[in-house]
């Protein structure tokens, strides 16, 4: 960062500090991951620079096909632009065995903005997850446009298993009858089973959209069922699991192809982030390889041993374990156990990042909450393995029995800062 440094050394040192923060940190949150130095090198490019507003291809009035063609933009000079979202555009097709993709969503939430009105209109009835039990602010919250344009009815998860239960699920649906169905979550720990929503769905005719926002990396790699046969609409973000540059992306059937188009532009977005769609496509050519593969087994394998050395320091997980990269600590009852705002801030202060999450059934309001998210996928992509799972285990767990005492979450912070400095991150660029 030379010139950065040379010309704005305030803003130098903010973004030096947060290098130094990520390296010598333990990164615990579930939705979070590190970039390749290819993906950060086409993030921080020239393409940020060109302005590209519509597609690198056309709709033919003949066929009805998409065709890739020049002129397909509202701006001269896209020759190059239009080679670099054909090749997300594929390599995103490749991935997810996808009959249309749209990569330009700027976020996870465009994404489902765009796929909600390619689908429904204002005040039609949206049958989603509850975000307490585990779903995300676009799946209805009233401060998001989910809320507030839409009529949104909750499902959540089992009060025993604190699991989906299908048959439950598929009351509540012939009871509201949606217009669609969501279904997606941001912590949930278990697999959902896409092809179930497909058939409460069709039962009570509505539409499916499938928020595969923390799990698309575990779809890419076969290690969860794909929404791709069941769902009228996909959508995800590409920085969780993906591990790629941080934004989103529309996967659907050709049948809704056009809609979703018109509405993520021009209905939502201007111009697309081009530098961005470039790390994107560069992130979809390592999901395509063995080696991404690889990376996401161990991602599960990494779950289910901090989940099980949890288990054995005797916390509470929702759902009692994973199969899935993410889990969630369940402190207990509000007046009985610290709040997840507590013990996230003790983690904070011991260099471990993670975030506090309300568990369902919360006896705290949500900004206190009684569980703690963790996900494995960036310690992963550092190297980390089974063993160091355990370890993390046992640092959490001293936390948890120190969470008041500053000198000892000092104490603990250099311990996680040696051995994170095992797991070498970002050296060139120190
Ligand atoms: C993270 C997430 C999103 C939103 O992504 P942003 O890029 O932050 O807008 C949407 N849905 C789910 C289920 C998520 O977990």
Same mark, same amino acid.
Request: hydrophobic share 35%; with cysteine; charged share 25%.
């Given at each position: 960062?030379?010139?950065?440094?040379?010309?704005?050394?305030?803003?130098?040192?903010?973004?030096?500090?947060?290098?130094?923060?990520?390296?010598?940190?333990?990164?615990?949150?579930?939705?979070?991951?590190?970039?390749?130095?290819?993906?950060?090198?086409?993030?921080?490019?020239?393409?940020?620079?060109?302005?590209?507003?519509?597609?690198?291809?056309?709709?033919?009035?003949?066929?009805?096909?998409?065709?890739?063609?020049?002129?397909?933009?509202?701006?001269?000079?896209?020759?190059?632009?239009?080679?670099?979202?054909?090749?997300?555009?594929?390599?995103?097709?490749?991935?997810? =065995?996808?009959?249309?993709?749209?990569?330009?969503?700027?976020?996870?939430?465009?994404?489902?903005?765009?796929?909600?009105?390619?689908?429904?209109?204002? =005040?039609?009835?949206?049958?989603?997850?509850?975000?307490?039990?585990?779903?995300?602010?676009?799946?209805?919250?009233?401060?998001?446009?989910?809320?507030?344009?839409?009529?949104?009815?909750?499902?959540?998860?089992?009060?025993?298993?604190?699991?989906?239960?299908?048959?439950?699920?598929?009351?509540?649906?012939?009871?509201?009858?949606?217009?669609?169905?969501?279904?997606?979550?941001?912590?949930?720990?278990?697999?959902?089973?896409?092809?179930?929503?497909?058939?409460?769905?069709?039962?009570?005719?509505?539409?499916?959209?499938?928020?595969?926002?923390?799990?698309?990396?575990?779809?890419?790699?076969?290690?969860?069922?794909?929404?791709?046969?069941?769902?009228?609409?996909?959508?995800?973000?590409?920085?969780?699991?993906?591990?790629?540059?941080?934004?989103?992306?529309?996967?659907?059937?050709?049948?809704?192809?056009?809609?979703?188009?018109?509405?993520?532009?021009?209905?939502?977005?201007?111009?697309?982030?081009?530098?961005?769609?470039?790390?994107?496509?560069?992130?979809?050519?390592?999901?395509?390889?063995?080696?991404?593969?690889?990376?996401?087994?161990?991602?599960?394998?990494?779950?289910?041993?901090?989940?099980?050395?949890?288990?054995?320091?005797?916390?509470?997980?929702?759902?009692?374990?994973?199969?899935?990269?993410?889990?969630?600590?369940?402190? =207990?009852?509000?007046?009985?156990?610290?709040?997840?705002?507590?013990?996230?801030?003790?983690?904070?202060?011991?260099?471990?990042?993670?975030?506090?999450?309300?568990?369902?059934?919360?006896?705290?309001?949500?900004?206190?909450?009684?569980?703690?998210?963790?996900?494995?996928?960036?310690?992963?992509?550092?190297?980390?393995?089974?063993?160091?799972?355990?370890?993390?285990?046992?640092?959490?767990?001293?936390?948890?029995?120190?969470?008041?005492?500053?000198?000892?979450?000092?104490?603990?912070?250099?311990?996680?800062?040696?051995?994170?400095?095992?797991?070498?991150?970002?050296?060139?660029?120190?």
């Amino acid at each position: 960062m030379k010139f950065l440094k040379k010309q704005d050394s305030e803003l130098y040192d903010a973004m030096y500090s947060e290098l130094t923060r990520q390296t010598e940190n333990l990164e615990l949150i579930a939705s979070e991951n590190f970039v390749s130095r290819a993906v950060l090198e086409a993030a921080g490019s020239v393409l940020t620079n060109k302005y590209a507003e519509g597609y690198p291809y056309r709709w033919s009035k003949k066929t009805g096909k998409l065709k890739y063609e020049l002129y397909g933009r509202y701006y001269g000079g896209c020759e190059h632009i239009d080679e670099v979202e054909k090749l997300a555009i594929e390599r995103a097709k490749e991935i997810f =065995g996808a009959e249309h993709a749209n990569v330009q969503p700027h976020s996870g939430s465009q994404a489902n903005m765009a796929a909600y009105f390619a689908l429904i209109k204002p =005040g039609d009835t949206i049958l989603s997850l509850e975000l307490s039990h585990g779903g995300h602010l676009t799946h209805g919250h009233p401060l998001s446009f989910s809320g507030y344009l839409f009529n949104i009815v909750s499902y959540g998860v089992n009060k025993n298993t604190e699991q989906f239960d299908y048959t439950e699920i598929m009351e509540i649906a012939k009871n509201v009858k949606p217009q669609m169905i969501l279904t997606g979550a941001s912590a949930y720990p278990r697999k959902i089973d896409f092809a179930k929503f497909r058939e409460i769905a069709d039962e009570v005719g509505a539409k499916l959209v499938v928020d595969v926002a923390h799990i698309a990396g575990l779809i890419a790699a076969n290690l969860h069922q794909s929404p791709i046969p069941f769902a009228d609409v996909v959508t995800t973000t590409t920085h969780k699991t993906l591990r790629g540059p941080r934004g989103g992306m529309i996967l659907c059937k050709e049948e809704y192809a056009r809609d979703v188009d018109r509405w993520v532009f021009p209905g939502t977005q201007g111009g697309p982030l081009m530098h961005i769609i470039a790390a994107k496509a560069a992130a979809f050519k390592e999901a395509l390889t063995p080696e991404f593969n690889k990376y996401q087994k161990q991602i599960l394998k990494n779950a289910e041993t901090l989940a099980s050395s949890l288990i054995d320091r005797e916390f509470n997980l929702v759902s009692g374990g994973t199969d899935t990269h993410l889990m969630l600590i369940n402190l =207990g009852k509000k007046g009985e156990s610290p709040s997840g705002k507590k013990i996230e801030g003790a983690l904070d202060k011991a260099g471990i990042t993670a975030n506090k999450n309300t568990v369902p059934f919360d006896t705290r309001k949500p900004f206190v909450a009684s569980g703690i998210r963790l996900g494995t996928p960036a310690v992963t992509t550092r190297g980390m393995k089974e063993n160091e799972m355990k370890k993390i285990a046992e640092f959490i767990s001293l936390v948890y029995q120190n969470y008041d005492d500053e000198e000892k979450l000092v104490e603990i912070k250099n311990e996680v800062k040696k051995f994170c400095g095992n797991f070498p991150l970002y050296e060139e660029l120190k």
